[in-house]
């Protein structure tokens, strides 16, 4: 089955929704379900897209004139607040308005992860959880 990183998206914020509202749900099989079906399909894809985002803001920071350095302000040991001038900025926002117009309609082929014991939910989510977790030949309504 396809999905769209939308819908991906759209499943995730379901699951979360879930969780916040059962916390308890996340350490159970449920949880587990759902955290194996996230690895296996929107992990991959989120991973890639952040890699993307990366490299924009790397590309459009401003740099030390006299040695080619980039020029941040380090917030912690693993992320870097670069620095941009306005038009660096402008770029990178324009870049990054195309990258997530490139991925929002993409289709991903799902490697589904059916879950035994699904929560109480929407209709309209089950439908969209129906080939990812949910397996649509034994949907219990």
């Avoid at 401003?62 to 020029?71: A, N």
């Avoid at 289709?107 to 080939?131: K, Q, T």
Wanted: one cysteine or more; aromatic letters at 10%.
């Amino acid at each position: 089955m396809k999905k769209t990183y939308l819908e991906l998206l759209e499943i995730d914020a379901i699951i979360a929704k879930l969780f916040k509202k059962n916390p308890k749900l996340k350490d159970g099989k449920f949880g587990y379900g759902y955290e194996r079906f996230f690895k296996l399909n929107l992990e991959k894809i989120m991973n890639e897209m952040e890699e993307k985002r990366q490299d924009i803001r790397t590309e459009n920071a401003l740099t030390d004139k006299s040695t080619g350095e980039l020029l941040y302000t380090d917030l912690n040991n693993q992320q870097r607040n670069y620095r941009y001038d306005k038009a660096g900025m402008m770029k990178m926002n324009l870049e990054m308005r195309v990258l997530n117009k490139e991925y929002e309609n993409k289709s991903y082929e799902v490697i589904p992860y059916f879950i035994s014991e699904m929560p109480e939910i929407l209709d309209e989510e089950r439908e969209l959880l129906v080939g990812c977790l949910i397996d649509g030949k034994n949907l219990k309504t």
